[in-house]
Nanobody, 122 residues
């Protein structure tokens, strides 16, 4: 079965660091765009960071730029999010996503993980 499983969340103090991991099974995510999203209670899910397949280009939300780093290891089937200088406003459930549009013949594939909780205390 197709799965994305996140790990590495937890409770840290203001200014601390965490590294999130997301490992795929049931499919090969080479050439997929891989992303991290987060959702705080009562708020919309927002894009935090993404990394493309072939080129490895990255994009970040302005709120995390300079503090978070997304990376991928396709041999391990894993995408990471290194989070430094964490702030209480970073508290949310973090989700990984794999997405690719294979075109009109094969269609689009999009997968979500179950999420991992990140809590930053003040």
């Amino acid at each position: 079965q197709v799965q994305l499983v996140e790990s590495g969340g937890g409770l840290v103090h203001d200014g601390g660091s965490l590294r999130l991991s997301c490992t795929a099974s049931g499919f090969t995510f080479s050439n997929y765009v891989l992303s991290w999203y987060r959702q705080a209670p009562g708020k919309e899910r927002e894009l935090v960071a993404e990394i493309t397949g072939a080129g490895g280009r990255t994009n970040y939300a302005d709120s995390v730029k300079g503090r978070f780093t997304i990376s991928r290891d396709d041999a391990k089937g894993t995408v990471y999010l290194q989070m430094n200088s964490l702030k209480p406003e970073d508290t949310a459930v973090y989700y990984c996503n794999a997405d690719q549009d294979w075109g009109p013949l094969l269609g689009r594939r999009n997968y979500w993980g179950q999420g991992t909780q990140v809590t930053v205390s003040s």
